[in-house]
């Protein structure tokens, strides 16, 4: 079957078996190997990315049931050559070892601050729930997302408070 996905802002034109997973679509045709591919059964998650916004573990979804649609793999977090807070938060708070179950943790990360900007422990446990980290590296990878979360809201534009939006004039200051 012909189908067209975009990736990552890219859209790609492929001839693909109705049986083939998005995972090996994604590693196999479009050599985007930091979608990880680690079990049979469906339950580690390195494997996620995000189809049209939203988290899915790419082992459990046909390339064919993609077509059309938007994919985002890890590859596709850093934008013109600057990283994605997500992806600094797990540098400063060496929210990784071996890496293998990173790129899964990192898109559900940026999901879950796009709906919730000031995720609690507890949030950020359930979003990451449904992935395994083989190396068990859950405190940092969650201290990981805090940091991204704090990170984020200081890189947002502050509302201007009530003294600087009416502050005076030099001839109003005189008066
Ligand atoms: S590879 Fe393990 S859940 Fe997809
Ligand atoms: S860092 Fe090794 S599996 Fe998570």
Known sequence: ???????????????????????HFLRDELGLTGTHWGCDTSNCGVCTVRLDGVPVKSCTVLAVMAD?????????LERDGELDVVQKGFVECHGLQCGF???????TARWLLERDPDPDE??????????????T???????????????????????????????????????
């Open 1 to 23: 079957m012909r189908i067209t996905v975009s990736v990552n802002g890219q859209p790609y034109t492929r001839d693909v078996e109705p049986r083939l997973l998005l995972v």
């Open 68 to 76: 059309g649609h938007e994919v985002t793999t890890v590859e596709g």
């Open 101 to 107: 179950c990173t790129p899964g943790m990192l898109l």
């Open 122 to 135: 507890g949030t950020i446990r359930e979003a990451i729930s449904g992935q395994l980290c083989r190396c």
């Open 137 to 175: 590296g859950y405190e940092n990878i969650v201290r990981s997302i805090r940091w991204a979360a704090e990170a984020q809201a200081q890189a947002q534009p502050q509302p201007q408070s009530q003294a600087q939006a009416h502050a005076p004039t030099d001839a109003e200051a005189r008066q």
